[in-house]
């Protein structure tokens, strides 16, 4: 059975290497560490996305807060229930570096994840949490929207390969 991975992000150079794109950078690593095919992307969905036998790769291009809708769109084309979805995207709320693997749970006032729900009616998709904490002086949105240090460019290679293994273990599920 296909499942279908969801890389929330935002589209546009001035995000690419942000902390909201954490997700899309986790998808970059995952496929220069040869987990899928070096093969080109295709638009549909409002999304760039690519199909394998197993999975396919999704990320949204309407920007985070409007996910939900390539999401929906993805998931009734290719006939894949909630089960079978996989949201990966950053959490203020784990600790810098921390991955959790989880089905269900509360939208921790993300964004994205809000908007997932309100699109698919459920919140019974699975979700990848990669940690970026709380910033202690500054307010969420441009948190959030700031890029890694180059210090935290090492941690974040780190917790990619932890959060490999939560992939691979939701790639197992059946």
């Known amino acids: 059975m296909?499942?279908?991975?969801?890389?929330?992000?935002?589209p546009g150079l001035q995000y690419k290497n942000t902390r909201h794109n954490t997700?899309?950078?986790?998808?970059?690593?995952?496929?220069?560490?040869?987990?899928?095919?070096?093969?080109?992307w295709q638009e549909k969905f409002?999304?760039?996305?690519?199909?394998?036998?197993?999975?396919?790769?999704?990320?949204?291009?309407?920007?985070?807060?409007?996910s939900g809708r390539s999401v929906q769109e993805a998931a009734s084309f290719f006939r894949i229930g909630?089960?079978?979805i996989l949201i990966v995207h950053d959490d203020i709320e784990l600790k810098p570096w921390e991955t959790r693997l989880q089905k269900g749970g509360g939208?921790?006032?993300h964004n994205g994840l809000?908007?997932?729900?309100?699109n698919l009616s459920t919140d019974?998709?699975?979700r990848l949490r990669l940690g970026i904490g709380r910033p202690q002086r500054q307010e969420v949105s441009s948190f959030v929207l700031s890029s890694f240090?180059?210090?935290?460019?090492?941690?974040?290679?780190?917790?990619?390969?932890?959060?490999?293994?939560?992939f691979k273990t939701f790639l197992k599920q059946k």
């Not at 809000?114 to 309100?118: A, F, I, L, M, T």
Request: glycine share 6%; charged share 30%.
């Open 149 to 166: 240090s180059a210090e935290d460019k090492i941690k974040l290679r780190e917790m990619f390969t932890r959060a490999e293994e939560h």
């Open 82 to 84: 909630s089960d079978d």
């Open 107 to 109: 939208m921790g006032g």
């Open 114 to 118: 809000r908007s997932v729900k309100q």
């Open 23 to 40: 997700a899309w950078l986790f998808c970059e690593t995952l496929q220069e560490r040869g987990l899928f095919p070096d093969t080109p």
């Open 124 to 126: 019974g998709f699975w």
């Open 2 to 10: 296909v499942k279908l991975a969801v890389f929330l992000g935002n």
């Open 46 to 66: 409002h999304s760039e996305f690519l199909k394998t036998p197993e999975v396919i790769l999704l990320k949204p291009q309407t920007y985070m807060n409007l």
